[in-house]
């Protein structure tokens, strides 16, 4: 079945008379009557009566029209909308987004986003996973950036890549040094971490569980910044992802092995909500960004000169009640 034999179908469903219907779509009266007769072989029964030189529409081709016009119209808005210039765009993109996604990757998106769409707004707040879904309920935001909620059925996840936790120290700090640790080598050491209701921190206990380590939390903190300013000031090390890292200096990153944290940040969306073309084209450019963010090598910066991950080292951890699911309540 092709296009055109739903713009026939819908011509003739429109005039009941071949001769008009011909005219109305550009084509001979025998070509129409063969197009639709090639449609009503494909659906396997009449659409239309020919009774003479009267044409009534069947009881089918009464239920077909429906779903036809439907489909058409659906297909013409898209073709439109593909052919606009992006100048014609405007509107504006709600977007709820978690404290490590604020740092670097929104940012980044907003910035290519703004340069091509100068008249669409981007309002954009920080915000923890569960509030992010509590706000795309109510309608408040088009779209969440953030790790999957637990518990949260109603909400569409797409994930966007994976990204590994990596062991934080000072530069001062005696594994500052390490190309990599395994996590069997941090039994005992000194950390600090997110409080156990943070998914992320369920993610590491699991995986210190299965090396068999027990690490010393000397501290526990809710926002990755305050942990990171205590690792810069005393020696202990935090777990985070590499990109929370910003712009501080004085820090060293060491990525872990055996087993390697993952977790997977993604798209969080109300699919009873239709989305807006402003919408549409800034979620296709963080999925943009995000494929060419994984493309690239893994390059952790430190004092001295940056440290490309070796990208298959170690076991890598996803526990299933974790890594892809996690809910990051604040970070």
Partial sequence: MELRHLRYFIALAGSLNFTRAAERVHVTQSTLSHQIRQLEDEVGQPLFDRVGK?????????????????????????LGELKASPASMSGVVRVG?????????????????LSRNATVKVVVEELSADAIATRLDAGDLDMGVAYRPEQRSDLRFEPLFNEELVLVVASSHPLASRK?????????EPLVLLPQSFSTRRLLDECFAAAGAEPNVVAEMNTIAAMLGVVARIQVGAIVAANALGQMTGLAVVPMENPTPLRTPGLLFKDDRPQTRAVRAFTALLRKTAMASTSRPKTYSTDAEPIKASG????????????????????
């Fill in 54 to 78: 009267r044409v009534v529409m069947t009881e089918a081709g009464g239920v077909f029209l429906a779903y036809a016009t439907r489909a058409l119209r659906e297909i013409d808005q898209g």
């Fill in 97 to 113: 987004a978690t404290h490590t996604f604020n740092l670097g990757f929104i940012p980044e998106c907003i910035a290519v986003f």
């Fill in 180 to 188: 990599r640790i395994r996590m069997i080598e941090l039994h005992r």
């Fill in 312 to 331: 298959s080292a170690g076991k890598r951890a996803r526990p299933a009640a974790s890594a892809g699911r996690a809910k990051a309540t604040r970070a």
